[in-house]
């Protein structure tokens, strides 16, 4: 049989079942038995939920960092066509960067790309 | 679909089309880890982008040994830490959105824990978050945190003790 100080310990990965089925198992049962820690298992679950819905309610960084993103990659991508599958295809895409708008196309041969067009990766 | 796993191979031969599918799956969990730790909308948003940054340059370094999420928020903390040494954060107020006006019941709710983990010690946000929103196991967490699974299972002790008493 589990202390309560080690049952305690476990709760909050009891409450959201990230826990292996043996120890789930042996603190289903000291729970049965313990008002105190079920009491405290109800109040870890409640805290849970708490905690987990606010940080649910934090606004999204949306479109404006993927943005931000782009431009650090070398240009915000405006056109990008895919053709094919996962093996074998052909990708291009057209970037916006300041004065340019460089052009990228690269061939997918069995899942590795190779450019075609633009500059090679590294260059 | 293709799994996170096969999109981080497709990065690391620099598409970008695989790059943008890894970001609308995983930029809001990002943001929001980022936002647990940092408290600053403004320094949430600066982690993910030096956090992706780091996924488009190193993407050929994940080896599977780890689910792409815990990678991502293993790389995630590792950005907050940098961020924390040049910002000196001791001189920093939090500055999350007011949203005290809001006649919802919900987003009161949410302020309350927003006021809550603004008294907690960053290592304490930083274990709530993982396991009450990230559902991560004993192990992935101790993982993540480069600590004793020990010393994982007291610090979330007292860091939802801690919480509890902050919004009772």
Partial sequence: MMPCEQIREWLPWYVTGSIDLATAER?????????????????????????????TEAPSP????????????????TVNIDLGSFLIGLRIGVAAHDRRTPVRGDLRIWGRNVRIIGRKKGA | ??????????????????????????????????????????????????TMMTVWKAAGRFKGRSKVTTWLLGIAKNQARNLFRKEERGRRLPEMPDRHGDASGKIEMSVHVERALDTLPEGQREVLHFVFYENLSVRETAELLGLPEGTVKSRMYHARKNLAKELA
């Fill in chain 1, 27 to 55: 603190i289903a049962q000291h729970l049965r038995d313990c008002e105190t820690c079920r009491s405290e298992f109800v109040e870890t679950a409640q805290l849970r939920h708490r905690f987990a819905a606010a940080i």
């Fill in chain 1, 62 to 77: 949306g479109s404006r960092a993927w943005r931000q993103l782009g431009l650090r990659l070398g240009g915000a991508e």
């Fill in chain 2, 1 to 50: 679909m293709r799994s996170d796993a096969q999109l981080l191979s497709r990065i690391a031969d620099q598409d970008r089309g695989a790059f943008r599918l890894l970001f609308e799956r995983h930029s809001d969990r990002i943001y929001r880890f980022a936002l647990t730790l940092t408290r600053n909308p403004h320094l949430a948003e600066e982690v993910l982008q030096e």
